[in-house]
């Protein structure tokens, strides 16, 4: 049997398809002040990802998953975790939460975002020593 690769759960307080991300898009850009997924307003240019974060995803040796709240919903009915947020998940457990919605909320830049994540991951890693997930 193999062992599943650790994840990163990116979990964007937004739903799923092509009419909703256009009208996020819209939003994102004329009133941002009353936008609702502080992560996707720092991961998201006015379309597409950043690249910047992109890369430090690529770079991790961890899978990152995304998800948007309805299929997170699918998949993790009950989960009891605010959004967005990013989470771990290693196998069959339950998705645990690195990064809560008020740290993503409080943030600025995309820079604050990647520092944090790569802390949290090396403090995961040393709590759990049979993680080795930052690079």
């Not at 964007?12 to 004329?30: E, F, P, V």
């Not at 992560?39 to 991790?60: H, I, P």
């Not at 997170?72 to 959004?83: I, Q, R, S, V």
């Amino acid at each position: 049997m193999t062992k599943q690769r650790r994840q990163l759960l990116i979990v964007y307080n937004a739903d799923s398809g092509i009419l909703n991300a256009i009208a996020h898009a819209i939003h994102k850009q004329l009133a941002p002040e009353t936008y609702p997924c502080s992560l996707c307003a720092l991961t998201y240019g006015m379309v597409s990802m950043k690249n910047e974060w992109r890369d430090f995803l690529d770079q991790l040796p961890l899978e990152a998953v995304f998800h948007h709240k309805d299929d997170f919903e699918d998949a993790f009915p009950g989960h009891g975790h605010d959004l967005p947020a990013i989470l771990t998940r290693e196998g069959g457990e339950a998705p645990e939460l690195l990064v809560p919605p008020t740290e993503l909320d409080a943030m600025e830049r995309l820079s604050d975002l990647i520092v944090r994540v790569t802390e949290l991951l090396e403090i995961e890693s040393q709590r759990r020593p049979s993680l080795k997930v930052v690079a």
